[in-house]
């Protein structure tokens, strides 16, 4: 049962998209298990950069299924305008399946997203605003839209009442918005039917069955591990569980069939949105690293927050994960630095403190504790092997290594497809 979870083990934005293309062609069939809309992989094939914020990145590699599974909400509108991009670029999409448990995204979850952030003020956590977190909220609420529901009227007109009948109240009185008419969004939702019905499908039948027929299925998760809404820097994550465990519930298969567990690090640390970062930078180092690394997010076009790496970081994603591998990023970035510093440790009210602190409160105050480590300036972006890097390259890398807790595998160092050195297969 060669079944992978490949995960952001930072705060997203780390190159999935770029990993799960290296894998594509040796697997079967590539699942996003969480989040929506608000997740940007960037894939390079050859002259080509294609940008995807829905669909698995699988989709780009031909013979791969590409599944949407159940845990993760779905936009139709974003849905099939990413369809009709690619399919105008000659990539086929017809064999993308969807969950029918999958929940939607409706235009008052989006509403409501938008009017609640702007409400926050200063307090805001830094939303997408494209309804992920509303929308999660009436799936635990049990008022949310499924895919399956779309198929028949009157339960998706019930379910739609039952949601505004709160909502209105909400956006009329607190918010001083119109209400929502309940058979607009009925009408709107069920255009989207006859175009979904070729997609939709029992994907944890076909996975699970996948799996005892020794196909190979790569879970590819959304965001990164400290946006997850348990193990993140609460509150200001994602609404659903990017880390390992999030594989199962949001795919619908057992622990016992997830084989291998690749954490995906950048060779030093951006992020996008509100919240504690304690190596961020506010110099000429961060924006050399935001310029070089064209760290500009993907979904959103917000330029992402940039500092160096966080070795207690990535040990608790190595906890929080159970990870066998890391894949590393983004390390032709790091070219042309004398000494890079990497952060082993937090000082905290004048403690050292080597593993990441449970309270929120501590964690807002960490300041980093720094190792510096000797830099290189040879290009590195034509190294086809770890022996072709640099002496100092090769320190770097080892040096993450040995902090981080599990091997690093495969190592980035360039944006290509084939700018990749891999140590060890992943399959």
């Not at 080509?48 to 159940?70: D, E, F, M, R």
Request: net charge negative; with cysteine.
């Amino acid at each position: 049962m060669p079944a992978l979870v490949l995960l952001g083990a930072q705060w997203g934005d780390e190159g999935k998209g770029k990993a799960t293309d290296l894998l594509g062609g040796s697997v079967d069939y590539v699942v996003r298990y969480q989040g929506g809309n608000n997740a940007g992989h960037t894939v390079v094939v050859g002259d080509q950069k294609y940008a995807l914020h829905l669909l698995p990145s699988g989709i780009l590699s031909p013979g791969c299924t590409p599944v949407i599974g159940n845990g993760v909400v779905v936009d139709p509108s974003v849905l099939f305008s990413e369809l009709s991009g690619l399919n105008e670029r000659g990539v086929d999409t017809s064999k993308l399946l969807i969950s029918g448990n999958a929940h939607i995204i409706t235009p008052y979850n989006v509403t409501v997203d938008k009017v609640t952030e702007r409400f926050l003020g200063k307090r805001k956590i830094g939303t997408t605003g494209r309804g992920i977190g509303p929308t999660y909220a009436d799936k635990i609420n049990r008022v949310g839209i499924r895919v399956q529901d779309l198929y028949d009227e009157s339960i998706l007109t019930q379910k739609v009442e039952a949601a505004l009948d709160v909502k209105n109240q909400m956006l009329t009185k607190l918010y001083n918005r119109r209400a929502i008419a309940t058979g607009q969004v009925v009408e709107e939702l069920l255009g989207y039917a006859e175009k979904l019905a070729p997609y939709v499908a029992d994907t944890v039948l076909v996975l699970n069955q996948a799996l005892d027929d020794d196909k190979v299925v790569l879970f590819e998760g959304g965001q990164g591990t400290l946006l997850d809404i348990d193990h993140g820097t609460y509150p200001f994550v994602t609404s659903s569980n990017p880390t390992a465990g999030g594989a199962c519930t949001g795919a619908g298969v057992g622990p016992t069939k997830i084989s291998r567990v690749i954490g995906i690090l950048k060779a030093y640390t951006t992020r996008v949105g509100a919240g504690p970062f304690p190596t961020e930078l506010f110099d000429e180092d961060g924006e050399a690293l935001r310029r070089i690394g064209g760290e500009r997010g993907v979904t959103t076009g917000r330029d992402r927050r940039c500092g160096w790496f966080d070795a207690v970081i990535a040990r608790y994603a190595t906890r929080v994960n159970g990870l066998t591998d890391f894949f590393l990023t983004k390390l032709d970035v790091l070219t042309g630095w004398e000494q890079i510093p990497v952060c082993v440790a937090y000082e905290i009210d004048g403690r050292r403190v080597e593993e990441l602190p449970y309270s929120q409160s501590d964690f807002h105050h960490a300041k980093p504790v720094y190792e510096m480590l000797p830099g290189w300036s040879e290009d590195i972006s034509k190294a086809k092997s770890f022996s072709d890097l640099p002496k100092n390259a090769q320190a770097y890398v080892k040096a993450l290594e040995e902090m981080s807790g599990a091997p690093i595998s495969a190592i980035g160092v360039g944006p290509g497809r084939d700018e990749t050195i891999e140590v060890n297969s992943f399959l």
